[in-house]
T-cell receptor, first 109, second 113 residues
Framework: TQLLEQSPQFLSIQEGENLTVYCNSS?????LQWYRQEPGEGPVLLVT?????EVKKLKRLTFQFGDARKDSSLHITAAQPGDTGLYLC?????????FGTGTSLTVIP | SQTIHQWPATLVQPVGSPLSLECTVE??????LYWYRQAAGRGLQLLFY??????ISSEVPQNLSASRPQDRQFILSSKKLLLSDSGFYLC????????????FGQGTRLTVV
């Protein structure tokens, strides 16, 4: 069962462009995490959002948790080639983490 | 600081052979431990999780099993591998006090031939 759906699945943009990745669910989560993963490596945690409506910024990355704690978005401003990777959202329910379907981002120099 | 070690990084095994992947965590006690499998470029499927020694929960029926013989050790096993067991396997840990963040090992690329 896939609790979290991400869109788009693939994204290829030019360096300097902005982009938004969405993570949607019909379930309510106690918190939501965003990870970035490079090929052949484990996912690396970027941020955790806990409160409905919460917004967190990490340099050029802005993360938002939906008011109902069912969805989230990741916005990248002025994308750089170093942002290339697989972006995963994950929702926490009790002791378990349910991962989204992933968004593969390629930033072209 | 906490660290997680997972090995081996890559493994090629024939069909029908056994499997043992090991994961250990350092710098924390009583962690929650997880095994995930990931299809290429896609999300993670939870296979097993454990909240304590000897306590294993399975999410999906499969050819694999997990064990937690020590507090910070988590092992993924199979008696006889299938071709469909090929994939990228990831071990992760999280705190046991409601800290909703998972931290991952480097992963194991398993190819069953």
């Amino acid at each position: 069962t896939q609790l979290l759906e991400q869109s788009p699945q693939f994204l290829s943009i030019q360096e300097g462009e902005n982009l938004t990745v969405y993570c949607n669910s019909s379930s309510v989560f106690s918190s939501l995490q965003w990870y970035r993963q490079e090929p052949g490596e484990g996912p690396v945690l970027l941020v955790t959002v806990v409160t409905g409506g919460e917004v967190k910024k990490l340099k050029r990355l802005t993360f938002q948790f939906g008011d109902a704690r069912k969805d989230s978005s990741l916005h990248i401003t002025a994308a750089q080639p170093g942002d290339t990777g697989l972006y995963l959202c994950a929702g926490a329910l009790g002791n378990q983490f349910y991962f989204g379907t992933g968004t593969s981002l390629t930033v072209i120099p | 600081s906490q660290t997680i070690h997972q090995w081996p990084a890559t493994l090629v095994q024939p069909v029908g052979s056994p499997l043992s992947l090991e994961c250990t965590v350092e710098g924390t006690s009583n962690p929650n431990l997880y095994w995930y499998r990931q299809a290429a470029g896609r999300g993670l499927q939870l296979l097993f999780y454990s909240v304590g020694i000897g306590q294993i929960s399975s999410e999906v029926p499969q050819n694999l099993s997990a064990s937690r013989p020590q507090d910070r050790q988590f092992i993924l096993s199979s008696k006889k591998l299938l071709l469909s067991d090929s994939g990228f396997y990831l071990c992760a840990w999280s705190g046991d006090r409601g800290q909703a963040e998972a931290f991952f090992g480097q992963g194991t690329r398993l190819t069953v031939v």
